[in-house]
């Protein structure tokens, strides 16, 4: 059945690849990565990649049908027989890829309102650990196959611990009790939420080397900015830190994110992520949600980016910024970005972030004395979720 399938030069497969999330990445380059480990020997793990990006170029081409569910089983199953045997040297590689890719299926049933868990969020988990597990795991030249894929999953690790940081929180379900897990009906659910928490609070060494440095200062700030009542948030080294942070995002040079033959909006979009984070850095350490200068400008300069691109397939910072956007006018700006991006056959359904978008604007509106705090707010949105939000 997967010989069948087998086709360098099949335009769905490669669409199939072409369309997982990425971030600062050659596209083209990235996919023949993926090729040439789905085809570098015969092993488990091997297969495991290959068929993995069969069942997602299946589910794209024809939607949740048999043969696609067939072959993401197949290729989770090779997973397990080959992690029994013992994941050593080359295979391991081939485990996190098939991992990766396993997450981006469960990612597009969740987009296309197939399945409504955050089972995609597991998938991220198990890579972590078998990463963390690895030996000097990421230990690997620039530019090389292997630093490529680590800066793949660092995009996803970052991506989810923002959406982790403000959903189903003790903050964000304050104002709601009904948002909170049901200790009696959801026990199962109680224990997996804790064990993904604690995998996503504990950074994986070295794996943000691989990160372009964007990305790379993003997720310092998820993973290291403190609520106002902990008690180093007063602290002046804390206060240091937050201005060396703030400093090293407002100096950095897009050119030290850039993989070689971006387009211009590639480039404006490296530049969304850069401002997204000094937004979010100011907001969420200042703990307000009102206007300042500082944040208006950043937000001016982020909305005459969002004007004149056409695209943009990464949620995370339209989220951050379209959260800014006080007026009917820079909302429809933000909407229309969304919707221009859906028309690319390859982009996962973003209606998850629009609803989002206008449940914050929403709320924004209703705080008119801006009352409420930034994370609060955020948190509030984002808990609303069934299931934890994807702005992978």
């Known amino acids: 059945m997967v010989a069948d399938w087998v086709d360098y030069d099949n335009p769905v497969q490669r669409d199939g690849i072409h369309a997982v999330p990425m971030f600062d990445l050659d596209r083209d380059r990235f996919c023949q990565t993926l090729m040439r480990i789905a085809f570098s020997n015969d092993s488990l793990a091997s297969k495991a990649v290959l068929q993995s990006i069969l069942a997602l170029s299946s589910l794209y081409r024809d939607g949740l049908q048999p043969l ?55 998938h991220i988990v198990g890579v972590k650990e078998l990463i963390r597990d690895i030996k000097k795991p990421c230990h690997h030249p620039p530019g090389s196959d292997n630093s490529i894929i680590l800066n793949w999953v660092y995009y996803f690790d970052v991506a989810t611990r923002f959406s982790l940081r403000h959903w189903r929180t003790v903050l964000g379900c304050q104002s709601f009790p009904e948002l909170v897990f049901d200790p009696a009906a959801n026990t199962s659910c109680r224990l997996q939420t804790a064990l993904v928490r604690a ?108 004007a004149s691109i056409e695209r943009c397939r990464q949620p995370l910072p339209i989220f951050i910024i379209g959260c800014e956007a006080r007026s009917d006018e820079r909302r429809q700006e ?39 705090e930034y994370v609060r707010k955020v948190s509030l949105v984002v808990s609303t979720c069934a299931a934890v939000p994807i702005f992978v």
């Open 334 to 372: 933000v909407l229309r970005l969304v919707s221009k991006t859906q028309t690319d056959p390859r982009v996962r359904n973003m209606h998850e972030l629009g609803d989002l978008l206008q449940s914050f604007w929403v709320q924004d509106d209703l705080d008119v004395e801006s009352e409420v």
């Open 199 to 306: 995998s996503f609070s504990t950074p994986v060494p070295q794996l943000s080397e691989h990160a372009p440095p964007v990305l790379a200062l993003l997720g310092e700030i998820c993973g290291t900015i403190l609520y106002p009542w902990d008690s180093q948030y007063h602290s002046i080294e804390y206060q240091d830190y937050l201005g060396k942070l703030e400093t090293r995002l407002e100096t950095l040079e897009l050119s030290d994110s850039r993989v070689g033959n971006e387009s211009e909006d590639d480039i404006k979009i490296t530049d969304l992520f850069r401002l997204a984070g000094l937004i979010y850095l100011e907001r969420t350490s200042k703990s307000f949600s009102g206007q300042s200068p500082k944040v208006e400008g950043w937000v001016n300069k982020a909305f005459a980016i969002i």
């Open 68 to 122: 696609a569910v067939q072959l993401k089983d197949a290729a989770l199953q090779a997973l397990m027989v080959s992690v029994n045997a013992g994941v050593h040297g080359v295979d391991a590689i081939g485990h996190v890829v098939a991992g990766i890719l396993s997450c981006c299926f469960e990612m597009q049933l969740k987009s296309n309102g197939e399945i409504w868990n955050s089972q995609w969020v597991g």
